[in-house]
């Protein structure tokens, strides 16, 4: 997607999916090494962690995002949910209810629910792996972790599935009205992919 299209066509590139299609690109370089389990985390290739703090603060700042602190366990957990007047029906568009994207500091891990189509072409281009729970149905189908980001295309990319899953976890306006009223969303979105490399 180009910085320069206009915006019923990026309206109607997020409506459909597009963000996150075939057309994402392909991850340079290995597969992170991930150690399975309940508590699937990965183990390397994390990349600076500024790219993830980053990541973080600025879905933070996305209309209808609250950060939930975990009742128990470690403070480096941060789950990302929407605000409950936005909140979606559709149960597989959380990891928890309300909770559709979780960043474990720590252990430098996303979990990221997303819709098939998208969690699809995340695992094949290379971008993230299913959750080991999700095959027990503990997790939705589109369950995922997502390689952290070690660059700024990467940060983009990260931008994009980030975005994909929030649009399914929000009840949205659609059109021009989704456009003006997200242009926060936009900004960072378009601001990395049109960066030069």
């Known amino acids: 997607m180009s910085a320069k299209g206009n915006t019923s066509e990026q309206g109607e590139q997020v409506k459909s999916g597009a963000f996150v299609s075939e057309n994402i690109p392909v991850r340079k370089g290995r597969r992170p090494a991930t150690l ?8 390397n290739g994390h990349g600076d962690r500024k790219y993830l703090h980053k990541l973080a603060a600025d879905v933070l700042s996305w209309p209808y ?29 959380f990891l928890t209810p309300g909770e559709f994207a979780r960043i474990l ?11 098939l189509v998208c969690a699809h072409w995340a695992i094949v281009r290379g971008w ?7 095959s027990s149905g503990v997790m939705p189908p589109g369950a995922l972790i997502v ?3 070690r660059n700024p295309e990467e940060l983009s990319v990260c931008y994009s599935l980030f975005f994909a899953a929030y649009h399914s976890a929000c009840k949205l306006p ?10 926060t969303v936009y900004k960072y979105l378009l601001r990395d992919i049109a960066a030069p490399s």
Do not use: W
């Open 36 to 43: 399975r389990g309940p508590l699937h985390i990965q183990c």
């Open 65 to 93: 995002i609250e950060a939930t602190p975990p009742t128990h366990g470690p403070s480096n957990i941060l789950s990302i949910r929407v605000d409950k007047a936005a909140t979606a029906k559709d149960s597989t568009a």
């Open 105 to 115: 500091f720590g252990a430098a891990t996303i979990y990221l629910a997303l819709p």
């Open 128 to 134: 993230a792996e299913p959750h080991y729970l999700r």
């Open 147 to 149: 390689y952290t980001p």
């Open 174 to 183: 659609s059109g021009s009205e989704m456009i003006a009223k997200f242009a």
